[in-house]
């Protein structure tokens, strides 16, 4: 038994220094969280994501994003933000909103990531958002002119989710 262990330990050390723990490789990569369903991330721009297929509370999205090894996507630049729009414009339409990090809920219209609990460093508004200050208070991705942009909303309303892959996931994704 000790023998086996000693192998798999070498092996998942000789993986783990030839692997890039920041980004995975591939186009896609698998997160597997205690032992149960796998889910795929795929890759757009820098990051990876998962998309939820079911709408659900914002509370609900960043319970459910840590379940499956990641949390609500927190957008950092204008790239980042282009990037998931083309992605996005791919299969939805204006009837699909996807929760993400950002809100204001510890102070109003001071938006905060919850992945980092530090004020935003990146966003794009839709036109004349944020708006309805202390009422709309969770942020989500909406189709307006073309692209997905920023706007505030109900944080008890439902929407589809985004995730992002944890840079050093709290679940199984290798050794």
Same mark, same amino acid.
């Given at each position: 038994?000790?023998?086996?262990?000693?192998?798999?330990?070498?092996?998942?050390?000789?993986?783990?220094?030839?692997?890039?723990?920041?980004?995975? =490789?591939? &186009?896609? $990569?698998?997160?597997t969280?205690?032992?149960?369903? %796998?889910? +795929?991330?795929?890759?757009?721009?820098?990051?990876?994501?998962?998309?939820?297929?079911?709408?659900?509370?914002?509370?609900?999205?960043?319970?459910?994003?840590?379940?499956?090894?990641?949390?609500?996507?927190?957008?950092?630049?204008?790239?980042?933000m282009?990037?998931?729009?083309?992605?996005?414009?791919?299969?939805?339409?204006?009837?699909d909103?996807?929760?993400?990090?950002? =809100?204001? &809920?510890? $102070?109003?219209?001071?938006?905060?990531?919850?992945? %980092?609990? +530090?004020?935003?460093?990146?966003?794009?508004?839709?036109?004349?958002?944020?708006?309805?200050?202390?009422?709309?208070?969770?942020?989500?991705?909406?189709?307006?002119?073309?692209?997905?942009?920023?706007?505030?909303w109900?944080?008890?309303?439902?929407?589809?989710?985004?995730?992002?892959?944890?840079?050093?996931?709290r679940?199984?994704?290798?050794?």
């Open positions: 038994m000790v023998y086996y262990q000693l192998i798999v330990f070498l092996l998942c050390v000789s993986l783990a220094l030839a692997y890039n723990f920041n980004y995975p =490789n591939g &186009l896609t $990569t698998q997160v969280c205690d032992k149960g369903k %796998t889910h +795929l991330y795929s890759r757009i721009g820098e990051k990876y994501y998962f998309l939820g297929k079911t709408k659900v509370t914002w509370f609900e999205a960043a319970h459910i994003c840590r379940q499956y090894g990641g949390d609500l996507a927190d957008i950092e630049s204008a790239e980042e282009d990037a998931i729009s083309t992605y996005l414009k791919k299969e939805h339409d204006q009837n909103w996807f929760w993400i990090a950002g =809100n204001d &809920l510890v $102070t109003v219209h001071k938006f905060a990531s919850l992945t %980092t609990g +530090l004020p935003l460093t990146f966003t794009s508004w839709s036109p004349g958002q944020p708006d309805y200050p202390g009422l709309e208070q969770c942020m989500h991705l909406w189709l307006i002119g073309g692209v997905f942009s920023m706007n505030n109900f944080c008890t309303q439902r929407a589809f989710y985004l995730c992002q892959r944890q840079n050093y996931t679940c199984w994704d290798g050794c």
